[in-house]
Nanobody, 114 residues
């Protein structure tokens, strides 16, 4: 079992920045990668970014160049630095971890005003 706790969401104006954090606990040695998925107000679920346990990262085209995913293995924490935010980035952001099965955090709301 893996538990994920997110923090860092909030309200920001377009062009601003936010940083999300996700700390994993439990069977962390079984985690292959961690990442972020978002659910938009229209209820579409979208891949955002992910990072492997050796640091390889992938991004959705819609966030490439604006978002950066990183991890602190000592703290079992993954970060999502979001810059140049746009109103269309408004969503609930979920931390995910693949460890045999996919685990999800509780979600954190990000709202970008125009």
């Amino acid at each position: 079992q893996v538990q994920l706790v997110e923090s860092g969401g909030g309200l920001v104006q377009a062009g601003g920045s936010l940083r999300l954090s996700c700390t994993a606990s439990g069977s962390i040695r079984s985690i292959n990668y961690m990442g972020w998925v978002r659910q938009t107000p229209g209820n579409q679920r979208e891949f955002v970014a992910r990072i492997t346990n050796i640091g390889g990262a992938n991004y959705a085209d819609s966030v490439k160049g604006r978002f950066t995913i990183s991890r602190d293995n000592a703290e079992n924490t993954v970060y999502l630095q979001m810059d140049s935010l746009k109103p269309e980035d408004t969503a609930v952001y979920y931390c995910t971890a693949l460890a045999g099965t996919m685990y999800w955090g509780q979600g954190t709301q990000v709202t970008v005003s125009s």
